[in-house]
């Protein structure tokens, strides 16, 4: 297994690994970095990691939730993976 820092990485190589993922929304590919889901959610999902984001899309997709969803049941998902710090 290997990591990529995206930090360090151009930004054609950024777009190209974006739109990459953006089209593996959904699937079993996704890595992560493109964004699915709802706006309602847009504050806590843009502060997690990549690999909360991808755990959450993996949970969503196993319930058979749609990604872009909002409810209860995914609000208490995204919660289970991203628990408030305090």
Do not use: F
Not at 13 to 28: C, P, S
Not at 56 to 65: C, F, Q
């Amino acid at each position: 297994m290997s990591t990529i820092n995206l930090e360090t990485v151009s930004p054609s190589v950024y777009t190209t690994i974006h739109e990459m993922d953006r089209a593996n929304i959904g699937t079993d590919d996704y890595i992560g970095l493109a964004w699915y889901h709802n706006y309602h959610y847009r504050h806590t999902m843009r502060d997690i990691s990549i690999a909360k984001r991808k755990r959450i899309h993996t949970k969503l997709m196993e319930r058979g939730l749609a990604l872009d969803g909002k409810s209860r049941t995914h609000s208490v998902l995204i919660a289970s993976v991203t628990p408030l710090q305090g």
